[in-house]
């Protein structure tokens, strides 16, 4: 399969699985369906990296699935209206989850792929 056929493919899945989480949660107060679907895409990413998986695998899952179910641009937006609504407390706690918990679901994802793969890269 060419390579763009690949991560469209992907893509797909991933901003369908998104879509599906975020139609499913409803609205609330914080956006923890962004939060949830940024934080497991980050996961399988240091999973991905952990786990050294080859290029097509990469495209597949990393860049097309989790490049699909991640959004930095809803993240953003959701970041901005709170800070419009004057809620600036709830946006930094809500940018400081997203990207500490990012980080860490990336460490935590590569971690545990180095142990079932080999050396994490």
Do not use: H, K
């Amino acid at each position: 399969m060419p390579l763009i056929a690949t991560v469209a493919l992907g893509a797909t899945v991933g901003a369908t699985i998104r879509w599906a989480v975020l139609e499913a949660s409803g609205a609330a107060a914080f956006p923890w369906p962004v939060l949830l679907v940024n934080i497991v895409g980050c996961t399988l990413l240091g999973l991905l990296i952990g786990l050294r998986v080859p290029r097509s695998t990469a495209l597949l899952l990393g860049t097309g699935l989790c490049g699909g179910l991640t959004t930095f641009s809803t993240f953003t937006v959701e970041a901005a209206q709170m800070m419009r609504a004057d809620d600036t407390a709830l946006a930094i706690t809500y940018v400081v989850c997203s990207v500490a918990g990012g980080l860490a679901a990336v460490v935590a994802g590569r971690t545990a792929g180095a142990m079932v793969g080999g050396p994490a890269c």
